[in-house]
């Protein structure tokens, strides 16, 4: 018995020194990620548009899946670690809560509270919002000190491509589908490898930060040349 006893010390022990070492891997992979790998807007101003950061040939979405199986394998081992202790836990909880009634109670909401918790991503969907880069704004700055004719035309253009119903969860090929445009004078417009028209717009846009006015006026344009 003493033995069992010692070895189960010893498990418990190494447990705890992995379950150690993967939630510290996990938060310096999360800092990696969040001031290294940085996203977006804050690459391009540090390191310009066309580049992309990457820490031993692995990007940041590969990083935020090895951040992902980590956590997994952290929740499994955490759950181990629970069960090796499960009579010590259900004496200490009936020693907090005395009565039966509420331990029940806690346990059930503790329980479905921790259901939500790692379930709620299966049932949700991101919002699909538009924006405009800030080099679009000091674009836009500097048209406004052009001719009114420029003004005019811009104006024009704008209204043109405002027929093109083109949101983010639409793929490339869907849209030049629609309007009778080639995909691949799109794709040339907004710099993306053809071999990803069957990618949703949304989720390109984040790879290569353009705008659906963007994809709109891809579309006018192509429909002026051709007229």
């Known amino acids: 018995m003493?033995?069992?006893l010692k070895d189960k010390s010893k498990l418990n022990l190494s447990l705890d020194i992995i379950m150690l070492l993967l939630i510290m891997a996990i938060a310096g992979i999360g800092f990696l990620?969040?001031?290294v790998l940085i996203p977006g807007f804050q690459k391009n101003v540090l390191y310009g548009k066309h580049v992309d950061l990457v820490l031993?040939?692995?990007?940041?979405?590969q990083w935020g899946t090895i951040h992902l199986v980590l956590s997994i394998a952290f929740l499994v081992l955490l759950i181990l670690h629970f069960?090796?202790?499960?009579?010590?836990?259900?004496?200490?909880f009936k020693r907090m809560i005395t009565h039966k009634s509420l331990r029940i109670a806690f346990a059930g909401m503790?329980?479905?509270?921790?259901?939500?918790f790692i379930s709620f991503p299966l049932f949700v969907e991101p919002e699909i919002i538009d924006k405009i880069p800030m080099h679009k704004n000091r674009n836009s700055r500097n048209?406004?000190?052009?001719?009114a004719f420029n003004n005019t035309s811009e104006l024009s253009t704008s209204a043109d491509t405002k027929v093109y119903d083109v949101n983010g969860s639409q793929t490339l090929q869907f849209v030049a589908d629609k309007y009778n445009v080639p995909v691949s004078t799109i794709t040339a417009d907004?710099?993306?490898?053809?071999?990803?028209?069957g990618e949703k717009l949304g989720r390109l846009r984040k790879s290569y930060l353009f705008t659906m006015d963007d994809v709109r006026n891809s579309i006018s344009n192509y429909k002026k040349n051709v007229k």
């Open 190 to 197: 907004l710099k993306i490898p053809v071999t990803l028209a």
């Open 83 to 92: 069960l090796l202790h499960w009579n010590m836990i259900v004496c200490i």
């Open 143 to 147: 048209n406004n000190s052009d001719s």
């Open 110 to 116: 503790l329980t479905v509270i921790i259901i939500l």
């Open 2 to 4: 003493e033995r069992i």
């Open 56 to 61: 031993w040939g692995l990007p940041r979405h």
């Open 33 to 35: 990620m969040k001031y």
